[in-house]
């Protein structure tokens, strides 16, 4: 299928389990605004951690997918122009975004704050936001390398300042730096990208010209367009679906019980029932 405009959007599930009803509604509002726009829609899959993300949820995730009737122009499975498809493969490219922040003056090596770190890597879902980094824990001063080395870094953020997107779906947005959210990571001593450093740099590279994901990652959007400032890249528009939740109101987590698209499926349930099911329970 070839793209006719220069719509570009994204699918970007992390392979760590199966996906559930709140994933196939994001999932079929990315794919209806990439198809209605005429444009290209790009498989990415996320498996930066790398213990939680299995090959069989690669599998799982795709074959849902198909299940659901969404389809898409490059991805792992069937290739593109900005091949790999999947983030541990494209380390690389990351590098180049930790060296253009490192040259710029961004950021700093950091060893605060081990939970943060271990939890870089995946993006931070409602309830999983950390306390906002205090400034007076950045460093004073530090070497200056070529490489990130050994060492945990963060980005030195312009506390006090107010980032306001308008959103497709949840309007205008506001969110301030060193309020709401402070100095994140955006590399781990083991070598890898955070969450936020590793998708910044990936919807820049593929040319991605809207995200459309879930609302709990709102403030992570905020964090984004600050790292897309300071990498001197233009960000793309954004649209950040409800979230689907349960009967007592939390949000559905990855192995919500009963709820998975494959046990729904294997219920007999069809895509456009369980859509529908998924739209009723928009919270
Ligand atoms: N891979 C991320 C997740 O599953 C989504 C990241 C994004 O859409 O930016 O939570």
């Not at 995730?61 to 091949?83: K, N, Q, S, T």
């Not at 993006?123 to 070529?146: C, K, Y």
């Not at 990498?231 to 679906?241: K, M």
Request: aromatic share 10%; glycine share 10%.
């Amino acid at each position: 299928m070839s793209a006719k405009s220069s719509y570009r959007g994204r699918l970007a599930p992390t392979p760590s389990g199966s996906l559930h009803i709140g994933h196939a509604l994001t999932f079929a509002r990315a794919w209806e605004r990439a198809r209605q726009a005429g444009g290209a829609l790009v498989l990415r899959v996320e498996d930066l951690d790398a213990p939680r993300c299995r090959p069989e949820f690669v599998s799982g995730i795709i074959e849902d997918l198909r299940w659901l009737g969404i389809d898409w122009d490059e991805g792992p499975d069937c290739g593109g122009p900005f091949a790999p498809y999947e983030q541990s493969r494209r380390l690389p490219l990351y590098l180049d975004a930790w060296r253009r922040l490192n040259a710029a003056g961004h950021i700093y090596p950091s060893a605060h704050s081990r939970r943060d770190v271990e939890r870089a890597l995946s993006a931070p879902h409602e309830g999983e936001e950390g306390p906002v980094f205090p400034a007076q824990l950045r460093p004073e001063s530090f070497e200056r390398v070529e490489e990130p080395g050994a060492v945990n870094w963060r980005i030195r953020l312009p506390y006090g300042r107010v980032v306001r997107f308008r959103d497709a779906l949840a309007g205008d947005c506001e969110f301030v730096a060193g309020r709401d959210f402070g100095d994140f990571l955006v590399w781990r001593k083991d070598g890898w990208p955070s969450y936020e450093l590793a998708v910044v740099a990936d919807d820049a590279a593929m040319g991605v010209s809207e995200v459309v994901r879930g609302a709990d990652l709102l403030l992570s959007t905020a964090r984004q367009i600050l790292l897309y400032e300071a990498l001197g890249w233009a960000p793309p528009l954004f649209c950040h679906c409800p979230l689907v939740r349960d009967a007592q109101g939390r949000r559905l987590a990855k192995r919500a019980a009963g709820l998975s698209i494959a046990e729904l499926r294997a219920r007999g349930l069809s895509a456009g029932e369980l859509l529908a099911m998924a739209t009723q329970w928009h919270g």
